[in-house]
């Protein structure tokens, strides 16, 4: 056993949500890219970084990131193709360059009656299309994110 564990990079991760329009988002993705090529710790490694803006946005998050952070979804359709309206698949996510995909989020299940099964087969559906499935677990209920900060902080 080696004397000291393997070391990972921290993880941060930001979901959009549907706060930002597509002009915000490239500016936003513009401000993140100065950022990440200036901090030492994305320049050593020892930071990961995703982005998961609206769908709309993917590309041009792609584009302006390239490379400093990984770009993804905040949903996928747990399907891979068909008469879906309005649905977008891991395969068009992956094509568009997203290498996430957020499945299972408190608001999906709280808006849109997602369960664990849902959850399952979205998450089955990311990993066909050779995405990560970041799967959220544990929020019932809508708390307070200065709590949720001061927790993860911990």
């Known amino acids: 056993m080696p004397a000291h564990p393997p070391t990972w990079p921290a993880f941060v991760g930001v979901s959009l949500k549907m706060h ?3 002009a915000e988002t490239v500016a936003w993705c513009r401000a993140v890219a100065d950022v990440a090529r200036a901090h030492p710790a994305t320049r050593a490694g020892e930071a990961e970084l995703v982005v998961l803006p609206s769908y709309l946005s993917v590309p041009a998050a792609v584009g302006i990131l390239d490379g400093l952070a990984a770009v993804g979804a905040q949903d996928l359709a747990a399907e ?30 709280r808006l849109f009656g997602e369960t664990d099964e849902v959850v399952r087969r979205k998450a089955d ?16 209920t809508r708390g307070d994110p200065a709590d949720a900060a001061r927790e993860c902080a911990r």
């Open 20 to 22: 930002l329009g597509h």
């Open 80 to 109: 891979d193709a068909g008469a879906f309206t309005g649905e977008v698949s891991g395969g068009q996510i992956r094509e568009l360059g997203g290498a996430f995909v957020e499945v299972g989020h408190a608001e999906r299940r």
């Open 125 to 140: 559906a990311a990993l066909r299309a050779g995405l990560v499935p970041l799967i959220c677990l544990g929020e019932e």
